[in-house]
């Protein structure tokens, strides 16, 4: 298949058999783009930015919720060669105008929702780009009205463009990660529509739901690669665990792609919400992100079958690994065997760890990747044998399953003792009572530091010293005393990106 689709891999190489087909629905509404219509808008607006002065190489800037355009946004930067940023429409305008500035952006594309956040911001900045609206706003043109008269016919022959993703900035200001351009010719390379028919078994039938923000790296790479394939993309403006569900039975979904935290809310629902759907048309739901306890893995299995595959990797795609249900199953906890690299576990003095030993997560064999305008923190993230990290903390089984333990710049050291607070998280995470949950390490006079949780209990849960009670006896009857909180403080809600990334900085101030 992948061979017969050489040149194909994107919206236009469809048009033939499939104009008339949804590429993209959204799903609480059921409006649609076409692939005729997709491939429309992407050649009108990829010649717009050419218009405007960009050329291949240049970059452009999205700062848009989950909306129907979004994939025609993406393709047509992608049909004019250039490079693309989606930003966060969750962020600040000074963090939203720091990505804007450090991509160099020309062009920023915003929406009525997101511009008033961002607009003061990036316009203060030395050289502001030009700003253009998908909806109509004061002293911003309609992006609509900017390509009514430009040629709408189909685009061809150009060369490929790249998404530019940026690090969720989890410990600091966001990293650039900006790959070399393909050279290739428009619809010749797509590393993710290969992977999901070989790994996924996707094809131009698959019905491909993304529950998540389009900003992230997952959801705008699958989505892309859906459509470099032929299928369709069912897009929901934001995760809602009841109408996942609905979504599933409506559109008939085959694939879908989650994160934990997403896991934990469907798993909340009644039985008789659970139960009221019809999601049979399932054949493939992946997750990945963030970790995922192992309980919360068992019980979607158990619901779900054998259909839940999770895959580990990163924003600088230095690796990868895959584990299908069966070799979880096998082996709980693990995030798989390697599936693109090849990974090695290193102690602090960067020798190599035996098996069932911790240490930092290295990869060799994989793509290199450089940090925009950060040539030390590129540096940093290589050893001396061209090997690369993101300062993930894990170890390998004598069969090659990866198990991750927590990210190196999240350890906590408590009177010499290193605790790894993913390892506490996963316990107080699958109690009833909690809703969400973060630990971190926090000064301590004696130790050094010591364990804080931060807790969001249930709705229905009181907040007090016995809760506080019933949850430390809770841990200590799961995890050595020194690895259960000294403390626990309760919030309403923890700062946590949609992609289940906790911004533990945030706590930590």
């Given at each position: 298949?992948?061979e017969n689709?050489?040149?194909?891999f994107?919206?236009?190489g469809?048009?033939?058999?499939?104009a008339?087909?949804?590429?993209?629905?959204?799903?609480e509404?059921?409006?649609?783009m076409?692939?005729q219509?997709?491939?429309t808008?992407a050649?009108?607006?990829?010649?717009f930015f050419?218009?405007?002065g960009l050329k291949p190489?240049?970059?452009?800037a999205?700062?848009?919720?989950?909306?129907?355009?979004?994939l025609?946004?993406q393709?047509?930067?992608?049909y004019a060669?250039?490079?693309?940023?989606?930003i966060?429409?969750r962020l600040?305008?000074?963090?939203?105008a720091y990505?804007?500035?450090?991509?160099?952006a020309?062009i920023l594309?915003v929406?009525?929702q997101?511009?008033?956040?961002?607009?003061?911001?990036?316009?203060s900045l030395?050289?502001?780009?030009n700003?253009?609206?998908?909806?109509p706003?004061s002293n911003?043109d309609?992006?609509?009205?900017?390509?009514?008269s430009?040629d709408?016919?189909p685009?061809?022959?150009?060369?490929?463009g790249?998404?530019?993703l940026?690090?969720s900035?989890?410990?600091g200001?966001p990293?650039?990660?900006k790959p070399?351009l393909?050279?290739q010719?428009?619809g010749?390379t797509?590393?993710?529509a290969?992977?999901?028919v070989?790994?996924?078994n996707a094809s131009?039938?698959s019905?491909y739901?993304?529950?998540?923000?389009?900003?992230?790296?997952?959801p705008?790479k699958w989505?892309?690669?859906i459509t470099a394939?032929?299928g369709?993309?069912?897009?929901?403006?934001k995760f809602d665990?009841?109408?996942?569900?609905?979504s599933?039975e409506k559109y008939?979904?085959?694939?879908?792609?989650?994160?934990p935290?997403?896991?934990h809310?469907?798993?909340?629902l009644?039985?008789?919400?659970?139960?009221?759907?019809?999601?049979?048309?399932?054949?493939?739901?992946?997750h990945?992100?963030a970790p995922c306890?192992?309980p919360?893995k068992?019980?979607?299995?158990e619901w779900?079958?054998p259909?839940?595959?999770?895959y580990y990797s990163?924003?600088?795609?230095?690796?990868?690994?895959?584990t299908?249900?069966?070799a979880?199953?096998?082996?709980p906890?693990?995030?798989g065997q390697?599936l693109?690299?090849t990974?090695?576990i290193?102690d602090e003095d960067?020798?190599?760890?035996?098996?069932?030993?911790?240490?930092?997560?290295?990869?060799?064999?994989?793509?290199?990747f450089?940090?925009?305008?950060?040539?030390s923190?590129?540096d940093?993230a290589?050893?001396?044998q061209?090997w690369?990290t993101?300062?993930d903390?894990?170890?390998l089984?004598?069969?090659?399953?990866?198990?991750?333990?927590?990210?190196?710049?999240?350890?906590?050291i408590?009177?010499?003792?290193?605790?790894y607070p993913?390892?506490?998280?996963?316990?107080?995470a699958?109690?009833p009572?909690?809703h969400?949950?973060?630990v971190i390490g926090i000064p301590?006079?004696?130790?050094g530091?010591?364990?804080c949780?931060?807790?969001?209990?249930?709705k229905?849960?009181?907040?007090?010293?016995?809760?506080?009670?019933?949850?430390?006896?809770?841990?200590?009857e799961?995890?050595s005393?020194?690895?259960?909180?000294?403390h626990?403080?309760?919030?309403?809600s923890?700062?946590r990106e949609p992609?289940g990334k906790l911004?533990?900085r945030?706590?930590k101030?």
């Amino acid at each position: 298949m992948i061979e017969n689709l050489t040149g194909r891999f994107f919206p236009g190489g469809h048009i033939q058999e499939s104009a008339t087909k949804p590429a993209v629905i959204m799903a609480e509404s059921g409006v649609m783009m076409s692939y005729q219509e997709l491939d429309t808008f992407a050649s009108q607006l990829a010649r717009f930015f050419a218009q405007q002065g960009l050329k291949p190489g240049d970059h452009v800037a999205y700062c848009v919720e989950n909306r129907l355009e979004c994939l025609a946004l993406q393709w047509g930067a992608h049909y004019a060669g250039l490079y693309y940023t989606f930003i966060s429409t969750r962020l600040t305008g000074n963090e939203a105008a720091y990505i804007v500035e450090n991509c160099d952006a020309k062009i920023l594309v915003v929406t009525a929702q997101s511009a008033p956040n961002i607009m003061a911001s990036v316009m203060s900045l030395a050289i502001p780009p030009n700003i253009i609206s998908l909806d109509p706003i004061s002293n911003c043109d309609l992006l609509s009205s900017r390509m009514a008269s430009i040629d709408s016919s189909p685009l061809r022959g150009t060369l490929e463009g790249s998404e530019m993703l940026y690090s969720s900035g989890t410990t600091g200001k966001p990293k650039g990660v900006k790959p070399e351009l393909s050279g290739q010719t428009l619809g010749n390379t797509s590393i993710i529509a290969g992977m999901l028919v070989r790994g996924f078994n996707a094809s131009a039938q698959s019905v491909y739901l993304s529950p998540a923000p389009y900003y992230h790296a997952a959801p705008m790479k699958w989505c892309q690669g859906i459509t470099a394939l032929g299928g369709t993309v069912v897009l929901m403006e934001k995760f809602d665990p009841v109408g996942t569900l609905y979504s599933i039975e409506k559109y008939k979904v085959t694939h879908s792609q989650w994160v934990p935290t997403m896991f934990h809310r469907l798993l909340a629902l009644s039985d008789s919400e659970k139960n009221q759907y019809d999601i049979s048309s399932q054949q493939v739901a992946v997750h990945a992100a963030a970790p995922c306890p192992i309980p919360t893995k068992q019980a979607m299995i158990e619901w779900w079958g054998p259909i839940i595959f999770e895959y580990y990797s990163c924003t600088e795609a230095i690796g990868m690994t895959f584990t299908n249900s069966a070799a979880w199953l096998a082996h709980p906890g693990t995030v798989g065997q390697a599936l693109l690299g090849t990974p090695h576990i290193l102690d602090e003095d960067g020798n190599e760890q035996p098996a069932n030993s911790d240490g930092v997560v290295y990869f060799s064999d994989g793509p290199r990747f450089t940090y925009h305008k950060d040539e030390s923190k590129t540096d940093d993230a290589y050893n001396h044998q061209g090997w690369a990290t993101v300062g993930d903390i894990g170890h390998l089984d004598e069969d090659g399953f990866l198990y991750l333990t927590d990210r190196k710049s999240n350890m906590i050291i408590s009177g010499g003792v290193n605790v790894y607070p993913q390892e506490t998280e996963n316990i107080l995470a699958v109690h009833p009572a909690v809703h969400d949950v973060a630990v971190i390490g926090i000064p301590h006079e004696d130790f050094g530091e010591q364990v804080c949780a931060f807790v969001q209990l249930e709705k229905h849960v009181t907040a007090d010293d016995n809760m506080r009670s019933e949850l430390s006896a809770y841990c200590r009857e799961n995890l050595s005393a020194i690895k259960c909180p000294r403390h626990i403080e309760f919030r309403d809600s923890l700062p946590r990106e949609p992609n289940g990334k906790l911004l533990k900085r945030l706590l930590k101030a």
